[in-house]
């Protein structure tokens, strides 16, 4: 049986806290083993056949090819394709391949600047693997997505037509690492279809789990040329992307260079030409193919004001797709740069201060914790909010004037398998300094702090991204930040990763159970109207001869008596056995209350209605989930924005609502379950035999 998802999401975290997801212990991808499939494939003396990713149209997808050409595919394996097929041939290059039938440059265009980082490819594909000795079929290929390393196993049958690849093929027909590649990515995205168009900052960051900063090339920094020059000598990948045209066609312009098409900076070098220095950079197109033919391309007279040494060094006449250009006409023709590394050293030349990475997962979702931006100030505070302290800098990273010295990134997580269905939000952050007044604060911060506080920083506009980020300089001391989508009530996942020369403190600010597990305060006391006596005579009435009542029993005199005036609804059987199973304190379990458990219960559900009440400030006799929120912290609780949204989507309606009897039923589930972890942990961790699992989870 499938794990349910909050299991999982435990089983996750303890994985990545034990270095599961790492790159040198990667997590299972769809929970596939390499090393055992490929030792039962061995034992049975059979070819892997991956029935997670099957060599069929299902894993093609759709609008890639017509019905007719899609009749027309077979699936061969490597040894089907050419008499003697390799892995690889003569090491890794970008001249080994071109791409095929799907738009899939973004990717193709990320392997290119990989391969010019040996190690980081190695990683990513494991050069050992061959067509010999052990070969049964099956291979696989690691790739960071979402926060976590994953390995992928791939059967090597690829689609084909009159025995040719139809998507990227390598020049020498017998070498397959750029196809089964490929292949292992399309499984990750969902099919080869999900490939359809990216950017190349998205298979950069897949491949390396770095850090990937863009920058815009209508509007450079200043220093472009030095930010590029280091990143090409560090340990980054680069990439770039021309202006998009009218449609979203790869048109061919006259100059040569392709509109909406993704190229890999492949180099830079700085040539004296009529006397003055140009600055000129090595661009390579994906096709394999296609070039610029403007100044300084292949054949362009300029290449003879140049030194024989710069000009054997550089000028290169063949049609492999590899071009240069001028820094100016580079901005001038190309939309923007990505360069993706694994520290961002070479964006000052500091190399002898590292940057410190924090990093958090977290959640907006509708309702609790999707507040939107800063239009809706009523919302914002809603949204998760990390509190950040930044310590002095070491003298070693003191900054130069105006040097930044934070990068913050925030990438949303996909809620599907497929990449073509997700839909990204328009996603951003606000950064505030933490006043004197708010120092001691904890918890979240109110609606007040942000109406009378600006952002420090922020990004400077909210886009549908898989990622958005800011280079910032921020003075060391106390910052909250907030990260929201545009539109509020929009759900998504994210991560938040913060860079910063200075040592950074982060956590989450949503005021969640601290780890001494202190009592949570009691809520307010309400006066119940009537001595116990009184109530105990109310008891009897529904009560059976043993002085004792079951759910349904109960469900009578609860309806009868707390909600007959009230038009939100009356309590469900579920809610009233929930009740009885979490009041029940006999040692052995009896499924009923007798007189002293059904008076605790009475008080609590009186002092719960009363909260219910004060906190539905729009008076419709149910709890929208921003009040929700209110009326959990009026009961005295404090928890995390994480257990604010599984209570909302466990108890809440599909309409976003609450009705009374299921904010009761949460209620006195929190109170019951804090109470046995405290009763049967040592304060922090709680073991628990299957048996004494089982007993417990199944009846209360």
């Known amino acids: 049986m499938a794990l349910s998802g909050v299991c999982m999401n435990i089983v996750n975290a303890r994985h990545m806290k034990d270095g599961r997801g790492t790159h040198d212990n990667p997590e299972r991808f769809l ?44 699936w061969l394996r490597p040894t089907k394709i050419v008499p003697n097929p390799y892995f690889e041939v003569d090491g890794v290059s970008r001249f080994d391949f071109g791409q095929g039938l799907i738009g899939d440059c973004w990717f193709l ?124 000598t560090s340990t980054s990948l680069i990439g770039c992307g021309t202006l998009q045209g009218e449609t979203s066609a790869n048109t061919v312009l006259p100059n040569g260079l392709v509109q909406g098409h993704a190229y890999t900076v492949t180099g830079l070098k700085q040539v004296m030409s009529r006397g003055e220095l140009v600055n000129l950079v090595r661009l390579w197109n994906p096709w394999g ?12 007279p300029l290449w003879q004001t140049v ?7 550089c000028q290169s006449v063949a049609d492999d797709g590899e071009f240069w250009v001028t820094e100016a006409d580079f ?3 190309y939309s923007d740069l990505d360069i993706c590394c ?80 997700v839909q990204n939000l328009h996603i951003g952050f606000s950064i505030f300094e933490v006043t004197e007044e708010y120092k001691t604060h904890r918890g979240k911060f109110p609606a007040a702090f942000f109406s009378r506080n600006k952002p420090v920083a922020q990004t400077k506009s909210y886009m549908n991204a898989r990622e958005v980020m800011e280079f910032l300089l921020l003075k060391p001391g106390e910052y909250l930040i907030v990260p929201s989508t545009f539109n509020v009530n929009e759900t998504a996942s994210f991560i938040l990763t913060i860079l910063s020369k200075a040592e950074t403190h982060i956590h989450e600010n949503s005021g969640g159970h601290n780890h001494e ?31 004792e009542v079951d759910a349904e029993q109960l469900q009578r005199l609860l309806n009868e008596n707390i909600v007959k005036d009230v038009k939100s609804g009356v309590f469900s059987i579920d809610a009233c056995r929930s009740m009885v199973a979490l009041m029940d304190t006999s040692n052995r379990p009896t499924g009923k209350l007798n007189g002293n458990e059904f008076l605790r219960l009475w008080k609590k559900i009186i002092d719960y209605k009363d909260i219910f009440f004060r906190t539905d400030v729009s008076q419709t006799g149910t709890l929208s989930l921003r009040e929700l929120r209110n009326a959990i912290m009026a009961s005295g609780k404090s928890i995390s924005d994480d257990m604010l949204n599984l209570m909302a989507l466990r108890y809440g309606a599909s309409s976003g609502h609450m009705t009374l009897d299921s904010f009761i039923s949460l209620i006195l589930r929190f109170d019951c379950m804090s109470c046995i972890f405290r009763q049967l942990s040592d304060g922090t961790h709680m073991s628990l035999r299957e048996s004494e699992w089982m007993y417990l989870s199944m009846y209360t």
């Not at 499939?37 to 070819?47: D, E, H, W």
């Not at 490819?121 to 050069?127: A, D, E, F, I």
């Not at 296609?290 to 300084?296: F, I, L, P």
């Not at 030194?307 to 060094?313: C, F, N």
């Open 31 to 74: 929970n596939q083993d390499y090393e055992q499939l490929k030792q039962y494939c061995l034992i049975k003396r059979v070819r892997y056949i991956d029935d997670m990713f099957p060599p069929d149209r299902r894993s093609i997808g759709e609008g890639v090819l017509s019905p007719s050409d899609l009749a027309r595919v077979v």
């Open 109 to 232: 265009a990320s392997i290119g600047a990989l391969t010019f980082q040996i190690d980081i490819l190695k990683q990513v594909v494991p050069l050992e693997q061959t067509f010999d000795g052990d070969y049964c079929g099956l291979f696989h290929f690691r790739f960071w997505r979402f926060g976590r390393w994953v390995d992928v196993i791939v059967d090597d049958k690829l689609p084909t037509i009159n025995g040719r690849l139809i998507f990227v093929s390598s020049k020498d027909r017998a070498e397959f690492w750029p196809a089964l590649m490929e292949k292992a990515y399309a499984k990750v995205c969902g099919s080869y279809s999900d490939m359809n168009a990216g950017t190349p900052a998205e298979g950069m960051v897949d491949f390396t789990g770095g850090v990937h900063l863009c920058f815009d090339l209508q509007n450079p920094p200043p220093n472009l040329w030095e930010l590029m020059y280091r990143a090409g």
């Open 289 to 300: 193919r296609g070039e610029w033919n403007g100044d300084w391309s292949d054949r362009s």
């Open 307 to 313: 030194s024989p040494e710069d000009r054997k060094m």
């Open 331 to 333: 901005c001038k023709f």
């Open 342 to 421: 694994l520290c961002p050293d070479f964006l000052d030349g500091a190399s002898s201060c590292h940057w410190k990475t924090s990093y958090y997962e977290g959640r907006w979702v509708a309702g609790t914790t999707a507040g939107g931006c800063m239009n809706n100030l009523d919302t914002f505070w809603t949204n998760p909010q990390y509190r950040v302290r930044i310590d002095e800098l070491l003298s070693e990273c003191s900054p130069k004037k105006d040097d930044k010295n934070m990068l913050v990134s925030l990438m949303q997580k996909p809620d599907k398998r497929n990449r073509r269905l």
């Open 517 to 547: 597990h202190k009592e949570d305060k009691e809520p307010m006391q309400i006066q119940n109207g009537g001595d116990d006596e009184n109530k105990r005579i109310l008891f009897r009435q529904y009560s059976d001869q043993y002085e």
